[in-house]
């Protein structure tokens, strides 16, 4: 799978800007918090609704998509979604008190998705997915997907949030608040190529991996900031390899 990235834009706690993430991707480190701005590009109906793994996911979405910017497909992709959200239902319902519809609907994995295209009047394909730790990787075969069947550009947006305390053990990587969007499409002469490949089918855990730093959504953008020319990855079912070329 070959690809460009035509715009992309980012957002985390202490890191909105790009010239705050280009920096970070020199010298990378975890992200706290939750703090976001406000999401002044959704309408105010909407954006009520919408809590901090909204925003995030959001901000960097509505700014690679300007007013006026074509509609295009979208894929969003995140490990775990709304966990916080669902996990308070569960609680709830524990407790045998009733439940909201309307925090149901907004747990579901396309809800933000949802709630964007609704803001931007856009009936174009919405995919919401998650894939374990090949998240990201699954995220861009069907945006791959999606230009070969003819779009011109897809909007890809990665985003996540750290599990509940509860579901801490479970964990087998660092969680933060972050989310990410690139404007893709087939590759130009005399831009960058990024490419993505399968190495192999592979079980179990890599060596060189088995420590991160930062989640595996977060390490994808870092790598990509940072210019660097090859990142591999051990997922659940496969091996993955990740290019840049030019």
Do not use: K
């Not at 497909?73 to 959200?85: I, K, Y």
């Not at 990587?173 to 960058?192: H, S, T």
């Amino acid at each position: 799978m070959e690809f460009g990235i035509r715009a992309w834009a980012a957002c985390a706690p202490a890191l909105q800007s790009p010239e705050a993430w280009q920096a970070w991707s020199q010298a990378p480190w975890l992200p706290d918090g939750s703090d976001l701005p406000t999401l002044a590009a959704m309408a105010p109906m909407l954006r009520r609704r919408v809590n901090a793994i909204g925003r995030a996911a959001l901000h960097p979405a509505y700014d690679i998509t300007p007013e006026h910017t074509p509609a295009m497909p979208a894929v969003f992709a995140s490990r775990h979604g709304d966990t916080r959200r669902a996990f308070e239902m569960l609680s709830e319902l524990a407790a045998a008190q009733p439940l909201s519809p309307t925090a149901f609907g907004l747990s579901v994995h396309n809800a933000i998705g949802a709630m964007f295209t609704i803001d931007r009047g856009d009936a174009s394909n919405l995919q919401a997915l998650a894939a374990g730790r090949d998240t990201v990787e699954t995220a861009v075969v069907e945006a791959c997907g999606l230009l070969a069947d003819g779009a011109e550009d897809v909007l890809l947006v990665c985003y996540d949030a750290p599990l509940p305390e509860a579901y801490a053990e479970f964990a087998d990587e660092p969680g933060c608040l972050f989310g990410w969007a690139w404007r893709i499409g087939r590759p130009r002469a005399g831009e960058p190529l990024w490419r993505l490949e399968v190495e192999a089918a592979r079980t179990g855990a890599d060596p060189d991996t088995a420590h991160p730093i930062l989640p595996h959504g977060l390490d994808v953008l870092r790598f990509m900031l940072a210019g660097e020319p090859e990142l591999r990855h051990c997922g659940e079912r496969a091996t993955w390899r990740w290019q840049r070329h030019g």
